[in-house]
């Protein structure tokens, strides 16, 4: 059964940290390009991050690039993102999605990031 599952969202004041995980089973993890995604109210789906499988070749959407950091550790079959600098618009629920072309992609059940003071 394959699984990806969020966790570490929660509420902090602006300029706050989190550090949010992925935990990937049932599938060959390692071999996964993997993203993070987030939506807000009212607001498409957006790519925040990702990572390949291979050469670990990092993208990340301008909005969070220099406060946001994604590593993975295939040891664990996970992949986080450290988010350091929050700030409200950050506010979102973030989702883990793994891809490998020719197959299909999976996405984890979220986790809710609040900024606020």
């Known amino acids: 059964q394959v699984q990806l599952v969020e966790s570490g969202g929660g509420s902090v004041q602006p300029g706050g940290s989190l550090r949010l995980s992925c935990i990937g089973s049932?599938?060959?993890?390692?071999?996964?390009?993997i993203g993070w995604f987030r939506q807000a109210p009212g607001i498409e789906r957006e790519e925040v991050s990702c990572?390949?499988?291979?050469?670990?070749?990092?993208f990340y959407a301008d909005s969070v690039k220099g406060r946001f950091i994604i590593s993975r550790d295939n040891a664990k079959n996970t992949v986080y993102l450290q988010m350091n600098s929050l700030k409200p618009e950050d506010t979102a629920v973030y989702y883990c999605?793994?891809?490998?072309?020719?197959?299909?992609?999976?996405w984890g059940q979220g986790t809710q990031v609040t900024v606020s003071s």
């Open positions: 999605n793994a891809v490998q072309p020719g197959t299909p992609d999976y």
């Open positions: 990572i390949t499988a291979g050469d670990r070749s990092t």
């Open positions: 049932g599938f060959r993890f390692g071999t996964y390009a």
